[in-house]
């Protein structure tokens, strides 16, 4: 889910401007707790064009979920009573970051917190930078980091309970954040890989369990 002002960044419009968006219908939007919140497959092929002004066609520009996590890799034990100290940890073991870059990767991702909780639900949550505050850099590839966190920790979310499995998102531009943001979600409604995953399996059997759903959930995808 996102809130209304973060959807109002990421399009680069005022959220007097995602409101009217709204009442036209060119957005759908759900109510929680008196707030907007917008589910990322709603989002996800908005622009038909890539953020650069392309031409190109909605279809996937994104790579393949499971290809995406072998560049960001699986991690485990991941330490951090709250929020805050799990994503410093994460921030640590992203391979594909520069020590030089870790702090100001730290700051993208703590300021996307603040915005609204990046957990999604089921002990889940998907933490990523404002796209495209943090990219394209040409220094860090697009990429998703699996990481299992050492204790569960509550990352507010909507079914109040606590997260023990982390996606980092790092994507180069807003479209690949959209459609990959939505093909992961859409892989996490099969329960059958959620159960897998919260048995904390090793990376060989994951790296084959997503590539077996991806494949067909999103066959036109992967």
């Known amino acids: 889910m996102m809130s209304l002002q973060e959807v109002a960044q990421e399009l680069r419009v005022s959220e007097k401007t995602v409101r009217r968006m709204l009442w036209r219908g060119e957005l759908r939007g759900i109510r929680v707790g008196g707030q907007w919140r917008f589910p990322i497959e709603n989002l996800a092929g908005f622009f038909p064009a890539s953020a650069a002004g392309a031409k190109t066609h909605a ?10 996590i072998e560049i960001g890799g699986i991690h485990y034990r ?13 921030v640590r073991e992203t391979p594909c970051v520069t020590h030089k870059l870790r702090p100001a990767l730290f700051k993208a991702l703590w300021e996307r917190e603040a915005l609204c ?9 998907v933490p990523h930078p404002i796209v495209p505050i943090w990219a394209p850099r ?3 590839p697009s990429s998703i980091g699996l990481f299992f966190l050492e204790e569960p920790v509550d990352f507010g979310c ?3 309970g606590k997260v023990t499995i982390l996606f980092l998102l790092l994507l180069q531009t807003l479209q690949e954040h959209l459609q990959a943001m939505a093909h992961l979600v859409r892989l996490l409604r099969e329960e059958s890989l959620t159960a897998f995953l919260k048995e904390v399996p090793l990376r060989a059997d994951i790296f084959s369990e997503l590539a077996r759903v991806e494949k067909a959930v999103l066959p036109g995808e992967s």
């Open 59 to 68: 279809r996937s520009q994104v790579a393949p979920i499971y290809k995406l």
């Open 78 to 90: 991941i330490a951090g009573e709250n929020p805050h100290d799990v994503l410093m940890d994460v």
């Open 117 to 125: 909780s990046t957990g999604i639900g089921n002990g889940i949550a």
């Open 138 to 140: 040409a220094d860090i």
């Open 158 to 160: 909507l079914d109040e």
